[in-house]
């Protein structure tokens, strides 16, 4: 029996109606999709000591730092992906996600000041509870323990989130004094030039529907910024990443590092942040995978994804793995559906895209080589695209509207989907309570509430600060 006969056996082709080339076409399609995590994940998690909170090891440069995470990021990338391929035998890539990695660095490094050791621990520890929870097939019970409204929110709350991060980087949005925020000078800075231009072409490239536009985006932007350098258009510390780097792929002060973060952990905080993780990824990847499974065909009559808990299981594991070695949590992406779209329907396609991982690691220098607004770019076009999950909240019923409008409205503006999360699931059974409809709510949802008005007054009086 040749390899080609052996995998549409193992993968089912037949039964699925796909074949091997159509499948390869479809993982390298989908590949070519999410690939801008390569870059991303790094730049969002790497911290820059006095500029930018995350990721900041001692003795290590900032250039090296990005490559370690890039390196990371591909292995916990392809060893998730592997498991979706060979276990669930899904068509589904998977990486660590756009929002948490931000909450990991932006909230839990540089809001709380928890040190970045620490964050990789509730990483790990948030994967562990994910994989147990699995195993026992409790999904169900999580998913009615969380008001419906808060989970339809958190996608476009975050896409927010994103957007702000994104245009911040880029010169589009700087701070201010009399507004908190203002636009840039858009058309005196170089870098915010430089990044509208690649954002404005990414934007129509992504409109047209050319694979890799993102990828694509970012790297006509990083070559703009060189040319612009290069002819006297803007300072080269400001437009041009660090193409003089050695490539790294020594991983060891990434590695392990969530043991020693947890010792003198701070109970309450370390668990507000493991649920935050827990609860964007559980649900994400559960939306995620019921979306792409819808266009693919997968759904049963009730508009379930049979064995679900398969493609949950290989997440959670990811996650794990990406933790201990030192990256934010991993999840399912939505660009999965370009593959599918691509007429990918087995475990093949995810297989092509874990190889494809693996395969990326030769490009790791270029981790360093991109600089900040150009990767930062792809947080603007996901954010944008994200915004479209609020179209499924119920508007017309207020106790609806109002946890999902706090939801959506407290993760920009207090830079944290933690407190946007929390704010949409306090406000859910009190605005129930007082429209006469509190049979509507679960113990559970008063439960969770009870425990975030504690910590939003413990939080808020300064005590969790003092403690951490």
Avoid at 144 to 171: H, Q, R, S
Avoid at 175 to 190: E, H, K, R
Avoid at 341 to 356: H, I
Avoid at 447 to 467: E, K, M, Q, W
Wanted: proline content about 4%; charged content about 10%.
């Amino acid at each position: 029996m040749g390899l080609q006969q052996r995998l549409a056996e193992y993968f089912e082709f037949e039964e699925l109606g796909t074949d091997l080339g159509t499948e390869v076409v479809a993982g390298v399609s989908t590949f070519l999709t999410m690939s801008y995590i390569v870059f991303v994940n790094p730049s969002i998690l790497v911290g820059i000591e006095g500029e930018k909170p995350g990721i900041i090891v001692d003795g290590v440069s900032y250039a090296q730092t990005l490559q370690m995470v890039a390196v990371v990021t591909l292995i916990a990338a392809a060893v998730a992906t592997l498991i979706m391929a060979l276990y669930a035998k899904r068509p589904f890539g998977q990486a660590p996600g756009l929002g948490l990695n931000a909450f990991f660095a932006f909230t839990v490094v540089g809001a709380l000041g928890i040190p970045w050791e620490t964050a990789l621990a509730a990483v790990v520890v948030e994967g562990l509870l994910f994989i147990a929870l699995t195993a026992v097939g409790a999904r169900e019970y999580v998913i009615n323990v969380f008001p419906t409204p808060v989970k339809l929110a958190v996608g476009t709350g975050i896409g927010l989130f994103l957007a702000i991060i994104g245009l911040e980087a880029m010169g589009v949005v700087v701070d201010d004094p009399a507004t908190l925020v203002t636009l840039g000078s858009v058309a005196s800075d170089p870098v915010a030039i430089v990044s509208i231009l690649g954002l404005f072409l990414t934007f129509g490239l992504y409109a047209r529907g050319v694979t890799g536009s993102v990828v694509i985006g970012i790297l006509f932007t990083t070559v703009l910024g060189f040319l612009a350098a290069r002819f006297g258009l803007g300072p080269a510390d400001a437009l041009v990443g660090n193409l003089t780097a050695q490539a790294t792929y020594d991983i060891t002060p990434l590695a392990g590092s969530f043991i020693g973060g947890l010792s003198n952990v701070e109970p309450f905080a370390f668990a507000l942040i493991v649920f935050t993780f827990f609860f964007v990824d559980f649900f994400d990847t559960a939306g995620t995978l019921v979306g792409v499974s819808q266009v693919a065909g997968f759904l049963d009559e009730e508009g379930d994804l049979p064995d679900i808990d398969k493609p949950l299981m290989a997440d959670a594991v990811g996650t794990t793995v990406g933790g201990m070695l030192g990256t934010s949590t991993v999840t399912t992406y939505i660009e999965s559906a370009v593959g599918v779209e691509e007429g990918g329907r087995s475990g093949m396609t995810a297989l092509v895209v874990a190889l494809l991982f693996l395969a990326a690691l030769a490009v790791v220098p270029l981790a360093a080589a991109i600089p900040l607004y150009a990767s930062h770019i792809a947080l603007v076009v996901i954010g944008v695209v994200m915004l479209r999950n609020v179209v499924e909240v119920a508007w017309d019923d207020l106790t609806a509207a109002i946890p999902a409008g706090m939801t959506v409205l407290v993760m920009p503006f207090t830079y944290s989907i933690a407190y946007g999360i929390a704010a949409g699931i306090v406000t859910y059974p009190l605005v129930k309570l007082a429209a006469g409809r509190a049979d509507e709510t679960r113990p559970g949802h008063w439960v969770l509430a009870g425990a975030f008005v504690v910590y939003f007054v413990v939080r808020t009086s300064g005590v969790l600060s003092a403690a951490v």
